[in-house]
């Protein structure tokens, strides 16, 4: 019985939950970056490394990682004792202990802290959406030059080839942010999900491209220097979804391409 | 000065520093933290043939410094712009005597700009008033991200900032070069936001405001608020090594900052230590953005000269031979540019 099969507590089952946790800067989950160290499962008993590519990463949007990794393992069936840390980093105790004591965010971070990071995960919520935006629309113009700025702006979902990874991932994006997913919607939107007007929509797309350059790069160097920071870390990372491959960054290999 | 294919330019490297990370100067973990992230920056990044040893990395000294730039390196005119790091390391991270020294001994070549730190209060009023008579000051380096006590970052909007600002204008200081870090107050927001430059650009419109390594990671919003804002200028530094390793991903940098805000704005710099000048100045003059990429239109050599030296040495007032001028761009000072390349992806 698959079911059964599916509950069993081992390091596939960790990793298949680490899975679902986002580096949210790079909208990549974090075990396609590299960035889970290790996974021991002993009965119960699980520990969880975390690693990051340098020790000064943004010590809040290591929390959410961490955090969000500590949650999704937790509430696999059958743990019992779960430890999750991150190893090497310039705030590791600081969060390690939060994290032991569940503290949360606040607790952990004291008067550097404020409200929550509610509004820190929707802005890069946004900048996911934003860039997957430009992706779709700048496969389409790319495969049809003679598409104009004026169909950019009327295009709509339905318009958008289905089951294509950038559509796909586009929608995914949208989901996350409530946005409409039905055929009739307007593929270039603002933030808030309304159409901008016809003689703004060229700039609005100018605006996302440089959004997903900014993504697409940071994620390129942030894979790169986990890497140099733990030699042999690249055989953990997955090369980046195919629906995001459209512009590829990295030098060509001069020797020959398998 | 470099020369290729019978062109010649006027190099200013607008960011380098003399730092010293080793053992005995570190404080604490952090120290070794910081000299460590910057060595994997500095091997991720080079050409194979560019790698230092560790123990090379850590310190050069003043000689190494005047060979690396000026010997080797085609420079003409470098500036100091030192990290001060007093929560890392016993004397700081940057090396003030020993640059501030080297700059006085060789004051056609190299510029020492000091740096302030808002959270310094009324003290720090009265260091930087000494600090730009005893360095001639035309310029600082703010490092928001700098640790202070029990705080770990400030912002150029919170209000002992504009004290500073006010200052610099009275003492001459008009070139602020701002190095967004990670930012721990408040966690709340985004570590790397840049928007409080936009704040503080309206309000000095008499000061230039160098943003290091163009807003990265955050180059999206940078390039919004510099489009807006015409006294904000895009540092190369960290960006352009990229040139090497990701040339496509440094081809979509220089396309997005050519066309939100335009030539006259991008500063080459090869924060040295962090890399060495030669191998960035000799790729980024054969650099071309690649066909393929039709939404941008090709870098020409105005530009090229421009970017590599031409632009910092207006904003520092530094002589250059008229040979090696050329002509302004009678750009728009605010807006996208090159609106004839601003084709969306269309060839």
């Known amino acids: 019985m698959t079911a059964v099969l599916s509950e069993v507590l081992d390091e596939a089952a960790v990793r298949r939950a680490l899975g679902t946790v986002v580096d949210p800067e790079l909208d990549e989950p974090i075990t396609d970056l590299g960035f889970v160290r290790s996974v021991t499962v002993h009965g119960g008993a699980v520990e969880v490394h975390l690693r990051l590519p340098t020790s000064f990463c943004a010590p809040n949007f290591a929390w959410l990682m961490v955090s969000d990794a500590r949650e999704a393992v937790a509430a696999l069936p059958g743990v019992a004792r779960l430890v999750v840390e ?9 969060i390690n202990r939060g994290l032991a004591a569940d503290a949360g965010y606040r607790g952990t971070f004291g008067h550097e802290a404020e409200e929550s990071l509610d509004e820190l995960r929707t802005t890069f919520q946004r900048k996911a959406h934003t860039a997957a935006m430009e992706r779709a629309i700048t496969a389409l113009l790319r495969a049809d030059r003679a598409l104009s700025e004026d169909a950019v702006h ?11 990874p950038t559509t796909e991932a586009l929608l995914r994006r949208r989901s996350v942010l409530g ?7 307007a593929v270039l939107v603002h933030d808030d999900g309304t159409r901008p007007g016809r003689a703004e929509s060229a700039m609005r797309l100018r605006r996302a491209r440089s959004v997903r350059i900014s993504m697409d790069g940071n994620a390129h160097f942030c894979r790169g220097l986990l890497q140099t920071r733990y030699p042999g870390s690249d055989a953990d990372q997955v090369p980046r979804a195919e ?9 060509p290999s001069k020797g020959p391409t398998s | 000065m470099y020369s290729k294919d019978g062109e010649d330019y006027f190099i200013v490297d607008a960011h380098i520093a003399l730092w010293d990370g080793r053992p005995e100067n570190q404080l604490n973990i952090h120290g070794k933290q910081f000299i460590d992230c910057f060595y994997d920056y500095h091997r991720n990044l080079s050409p194979e043939s560019e790698v230092w040893s560790y123990e090379e990395y850590l310190y050069q000294g003043g000689e190494r410094l005047m060979k690396d730039l000026f010997t080797d390196g085609y420079v003409d005119h470098a500036i100091f712009q030192p990290a001060r790091l007093k929560e890392f390391y016993a004397r700081g991270f940057g090396q003030t005597d020993e640059a501030s020294a080297l700059a006085a001994a060789h004051p056609d070549q190299l510029t020492y700009n000091h740096y302030f730190d808002a959270r310094d209060g009324e003290r ?6 000494a600090d730009a008579e005893r360095f001639g000051l035309k310029g600082v380096k703010l490092y928001t991200a700098d640790w202070h006590g029990e705080s770990r970052g400030w912002k150029l909007t919170d209000p002992m900032a504009f004290r500073y600002f006010e200052l610099c204008r009275e003492l001459g200081i008009k070139n602020i070069h701002v190095h967004k870090g990670p930012t721990i107050r408040p966690l709340d927001r985004d570590a790397f936001d840049v928007a409080d430059i936009d704040h503080v650009a309206t309000d000095f419109t008499d000061l230039n405001f160098i943003v290091e390594h163009c807003g990265l990671p955050r180059l999206e919003d940078f390039c919004w608020i ?12 960290v960006a352009i090594p990229f040139i090497h390793t990701r040339p496509r991903y440094f081809a979509q940098i220089m396309g997005e900052l050519m066309y939100w805000i335009g030539e006259e704005r991008i500063l080459f710099s090869s ?10 100045i000799e790729k980024f003059v054969d650099f071309q953005i690649p066909e393929d990429l039709t939404e941008y239109g090709p870098l020409t050599t105005e530009q090229k000269k421009k970017v590599l030296g031409l632009n910092a040495a207006k904003l520092y007032d530094l002589p250059v031979p008229a040979a090696l001028q050329v002509p302004g761009a009678d750009e728009t000072a605010t807006g996208p540019r090159q609106p004839e390349s601003a084709d969306l992806a269309l060839a």
């Not at chain 1, 946005?179 to 919607?185: E, F, G």
């Not at chain 2, 720090?124 to 008033?129: H, I, K, P, S, V």
């Open chain 1, 86 to 94: 991150l190893d090497d980093h310039s705030d590791s105790e600081l």
């Open chain 1, 154 to 164: 009327d295009l709509v979902l339905g318009d958008l080839p289905a089951g294509a």
């Open chain 1, 179 to 185: 946005l409409p997913v039905d055929a009739a919607a």
């Open chain 1, 243 to 251: 629906d995001r491959s459209l512009l590829p960054l990295l030098v």
């Open chain 2, 124 to 129: 720090g009023l009265d260091q930087l008033r």
């Open chain 2, 226 to 237: 510099a489009t807006q804002e015409p006294n904000v200028y895009a540092g190369l530094a």
């Open chain 2, 271 to 280: 924060d040295y230590a962090l890399w060495t000048p030669k191998w960035l």
